[in-house]
T-cell receptor
Framework: DAGVIQSPRHEVTEMGQEVTLRCKPISGHDYLFWYRQTMMRGLELLIYFNNNVPIDDSGMPEDRFSAKMPNASFSTLKIQPSEPRDSAVYFC?????????FGEGSRLTVL | GDSVTQMEGPVTLSEEAFLTINCTYTATGYPSLFWYVQYPGEGLQLLLKATKADDKGSNKGFEATYRKETTSFHLEKGSVQVSDSAVYFCALSDHPGSARQLTFGSGTQLTVLP
């Protein structure tokens, strides 16, 4: 299996622009997680899905952030409008019932 | 709520030195405990885990024992290698045996010098 695949690996954008991050989980995994990693706040869970349904989005910082999972093999995290404080590495992870498998992350820089 | 506290880094050691990275936790009930490792430019990978008190997780020469009485899960390795240089994260899940809703510590940067 190719593992969890995220795109883009790097994104540089200007404040106010829309950003879409994409994730393909490992086939057969029924849980999908979005995390954000920054130096100041470490790893934060933003939202997670079970069988494509959002279960807990209490970590989503504000309404500018939204996440969808239209099918079992694809999820997006969207930021609109983006702000400099959104600069971070965003990780997607998937799981069946035990170990969490992480993607390589999407490094976002908002100027 | 649940929380994980790790010793602050960075930690710099010479090759073959003994490693300890301290981790303590606060949780209701009986959480599962994990150590994840992040190599430069990569995502996190599970290093080891323990799901109940007194369990010892081990992998690649690393060990950690789930100590309920001291609410700790310290990571140890007897002889580190340059290739062990990475960031190490302690984490807990209050879903027994599951990795759902992991709470992570702040991470400890380890650098091993030849």
């Amino acid at each position: 299996d190719a593992g969890v695949i995220q795109s883009p690996r790097h994104e540089v954008t200007e404040m106010g622009q829309e950003v879409t991050l994409r994730c393909k989980p490992i086939s057969g995994h029924d849980y999908l997680f979005w995390y954000r990693q920054t130096m100041m706040r470490g790893l934060e869970l933003l939202i997670y899905f079970n069988n494509n349904v959002p279960i807990d989005d209490s970590g989503m910082p504000e309404d500018r952030f939204s996440a969808k999972m239209p099918n079992a093999s694809f999820s997006t995290l969207k930021i609109q409008p983006s702000e400099p404080r959104d600069s971070a590495v965003y990780f997607c992870a998937s799981s069946s019932s035990g170990e969490l498998f992480f993607g390589e992350g999407s490094r976002l820089t908002v100027l | 709520g649940d929380s994980v506290t790790q010793m602050e880094g960075p930690v710099t050691l010479s090759e073959e030195a003994f490693l300890t990275i301290n981790c303590t936790y606060t949780a209701t009930g009986y959480p599962s405990l994990f150590w994840y490792v992040q190599y430069p430019g990569e995502g996190l990978q599970l290093l080891l885990k323990a799901t109940k008190a007194d369990d010892k997780g081990s992998n690649k020469g690393f060990e950690a024992t789930y100590r309920k009485e001291t609410t700790s899960f310290h990571l140890e390795k007897g002889s580190v290698q340059v290739s062990d240089s990475a960031v190490y994260f302690c984490a807990l899940s209050d879903h027994p045996g599951s990795a759902r809703q992991l709470t992570f510590g702040s991470g400890t940067q380890l650098t091993v010098l030849p």
